[in-house]
């Protein structure tokens, strides 16, 4: 399939019956906002996409902005071949087949029909006899301390395990402190994960500048109410704040002291 992104007219891979794929045209359009933020990250600097699917994110990155080097992370055994071969001409692009955690190890995963919707299947889904796959789970920071890198901007979109992928990145938010480009979907945190959407935006909201938000209760009353549980943000650590424990970004406090 041919697609228009960022500009250029590319052909992309992926499965038939998928119906993500079958769509990668439009959605290749809702890459706008995404290139966008792009400028936050400065030039021959590193970005990660979090979450990366069969690469249309790290395609419209890569193309937008051809001096980034730019990380592309994908579980999906489907997913990640797809994505290979998508990003197969892009010298600047490097794919790391494996889930983004709170701490590495192996993490159960929902192949999804819809390949969108994969996600990590943890001890507090909602239907925890979904059928998975073993995929090998790692956190940021030991990728980083691993590789001596630094990234300036990390896009997230991983189906409600965005708290473990914040929570396994400490040290790197409190060295490089990069900005985040985060999917909040607040079914999938409920649902996928059994965090609390409304936990989650309080600890954001606490540690993050949210550009375009005053505060969690607004942004979650929209987020619910007019954006049917899906609202990419964009923030950034405040300063001399630390990231909020995984804890705080999934429970209310009644739950954490009991």
């Avoid at 038939?16 to 990250?41: G, N, R, V």
């Amino acid at each position: 399939m041919r697609i228009d992104i960022a500009g250029r007219n590319i052909e992309i891979t992926g499965d038939p019956s998928d119906a993500y794929f079958a769509s990668a045209a439009e959605q290749a359009h809702t890459m706008a906002a995404l290139i966008d933020k792009l400028h936050l990250a400065p030039k021959n600097t590193a970005v990660f996409d979090v979450g990366a699917n069969i690469g249309l994110s790290t395609l419209a990155m890569a193309i937008a902005r051809p001096a980034l080097q730019i990380y592309s992370f994908e579980p999906s055994p489907a997913n990640v071949d797809f994505l290979r071969a998508n990003v197969a001409e892009f010298p600047n692009v490097k794919v790391i087949a494996a889930a983004v955690s709170n701490r590495p190890g192996t993490l159960k995963f929902h192949a999804s029909a819809f390949a969108a919707g994969s996600h990590v299947v943890g001890e507090n889904h909602i239907s925890p006899n979904t059928p998975t796959v073993d995929v090998p789970a790692i956190s940021l920071d030991d990728f980083v301390a691993e590789h001596h890198v630094s990234p300036s901007f990390i896009k997230i979109d991983v189906e409600g395990h965005e708290p473990e992928v914040l929570a396994g990145a400490r040290t790197l938010f409190s060295t490089a402190n990069p900005w985040i480009y985060l999917e909040f979907n607040s079914w999938t945190l409920n649902a996928f994960a059994g965090h609390s959407p409304a936990s989650f935006a309080n600890a954001l909201f606490t540690s993050f500048d949210v550009e375009g938000w005053s505060d969690p209760l607004s942004f979650l009353h929209n987020n619910l109410v007019e954006r049917r549980c899906i609202t990419d943000i964009v923030a950034r650590l405040k300063p001399g704040v630390s990231m909020p424990s995984l804890s705080s970004m999934s429970y209310p406090a009644s739950a954490r002291a009991g």
